[in-house]
């Protein structure tokens, strides 16, 4: 503790600065990765369409965090070099706002790369795909088809206004969506 004693007090508040917000810091990151920082609010199975996800979020706990951290390591480099006060100053402040907009930027990035996976049966609109289970003509009978719909190959319930049964292995369209997701399809020839 004696290199402490002989600190300028500008120096010993760049340290302090330092030593508490890489501490917490560290407590955030061990956090993350074991996984206490879910913002887990049950299971809660909801579609909002006017959801637009997080944004561009600046203020966050973990960006204040890295910008203390930041902030004051680049300070103690600084007065290591021998800059003065305010050259001290003006660089911790712009490292640690460089790096609270790095992190902004990745978390927002990050967030864009999510995917709902719900099933939106207005996409299957005008997809070719294939019968699967025998369709029954002037919707007599519920059958299955096979359509690509958001990327993936979906097993979906389908109807006709076609005047014969449609087989298994025939190509169709999706010409509409019922209000209840029954897909209503026509063969393609």
Do not use: H
Not at 80 to 93: M, Q, R, W
Not at 95 to 114: E, N, P, Q, R, W
């Amino acid at each position: 503790m004696e290199w402490f004693q002989e600190l300028s007090s500008f120096q010993k508040t760049y340290w302090i600065i330092t030593g508490i917000s890489t501490i917490i810091f560290l407590f955030v990151l061990i956090g993350t990765f074991v996984g206490a920082d879910t913002d887990d609010i049950g299971d809660v199975d909801a579609e909002i369409d006017a959801d637009t996800g997080a944004g561009f979020q600046f203020f966050t706990l973990k960006n204040l965090v890295a910008f203390f951290t930041i902030f004051g390591w680049s300070g103690i480099a600084c007065l290591d070099a021998g800059y003065s006060k305010s050259v001290t100053i003006f660089v911790s402040l712009l490292c640690g706002l460089a790096m609270m907009f790095v992190m902004a930027a990745m978390f927002y990035y990050i967030s864009k790369l999510t995917s709902s996976g719900t099933l939106k049966m207005q996409n299957a609109l005008n997809s070719i795909g294939e019968v699967y289970l025998t369709v029954g003509a002037k919707r007599s009978k519920i059958g299955k088809v096979q359509v690509k719909v958001q990327g993936a190959l979906r097993e979906l319930e389908a109807l006709t206004d076609s005047e014969v049964d449609l087989k298994q292995g025939i190509v169709i369209k999706v010409i509409e969506v019922t209000n209840n997701g029954i897909l209503i399809i026509e063969p393609q020839n």
